[in-house]
């Protein structure tokens, strides 16, 4: 029996967690460098064609991003890179925006790691798995899932607390390839006031009692992930 997620089901303007770990469960992201790329990749593929024609890249290089663009079909809501793996919440708004952009993801993160690290084949096991978020409960405790995922991460090179969306909700970070506003539209607003403030993002993500893990079920990663 096929492991859960890796049959796929793609609507349109479907909400989905995406996630995928490396081959025999190793490392992808070995320094801070490996995870600057990662997301520089999803910048690309992600930002507004003006935006990307202002990037100081090669000519021929940037009219290769510009052709794969996939603004218009793919907004990107959380993400948390680990260790030995990622995490995507990802709406996409046509039936097969996902396929494009990790198609086009993981082949040039792994053409990047393997030039870097002198080593051939493949660095993710099997295909990227995909569960479709059905509610808004779980769309809402999806993105806490994933922005609490790199809290208990000790890496000797990486802080991976770094590499998550969490900071494009807090309002300390701002890029036009992240799509925070919709799961911040349930919240009166993103930023705790104080200890008694209960309804805002950052009080629902740190301080609610309830198990995300639980709520979400199968929509998250297998035990021995």
Not at 31 to 60: A, M, N, R, W
Not at 78 to 103: E, R
Not at 126 to 140: G, H, P, S, V
């Amino acid at each position: 029996m096929p492991s859960k997620n890796i049959i796929k089901e793609y609507v349109e303007n479907g909400y989905y967690h995406i996630y995928n770990r490396g081959v025999e469960k190793r490392e992808i992201f070995l320094d801070e460098q490996d995870c600057t790329v990662f997301l520089h990749y999803l910048k690309l593929y992600l930002s507004p064609i003006e935006e990307l024609k202002q990037l100081d890249l090669p000519g021929l290089r940037i009219l290769k991003f510009i052709r794969l663009n996939l603004f218009q079909e793919i907004d990107l809501m959380t993400f948390a890179l680990m260790p030995n793996h990622i995490h995507l919440q990802i709406k996409q708004k046509t039936t097969y925006g996902i396929v494009k952009l990790m198609k086009r993801l993981i082949t040039a993160y792994v053409m990047y790691f393997n030039k870097k690290y002198k080593r051939v084949g493949s660095l993710f096991q099997n295909r990227y798995k995909a569960a479709l978020i059905e509610t808004d409960e779980r769309l809402l405790h999806l993105s806490r899932y994933i922005h609490l995922n790199p809290a208990k991460i000790v890496h000797k090179k990486v802080n991976f607390k770094e590499f998550t969306s969490y900071p494009y909700y807090l309002g300390q970070k701002h890029a036009s390839w992240m799509k925070p506003q919709e799961i911040l539209g349930y919240f009166r607003s993103a930023q705790r006031k104080d200890l008694k403030d209960i309804l805002s993002y950052q009080s629902f993500v740190e301080d609610y009692k309830v198990s995300s893990v639980e709520l979400l079920g199968s929509l998250v990663l297998e035990e021995d992930f």
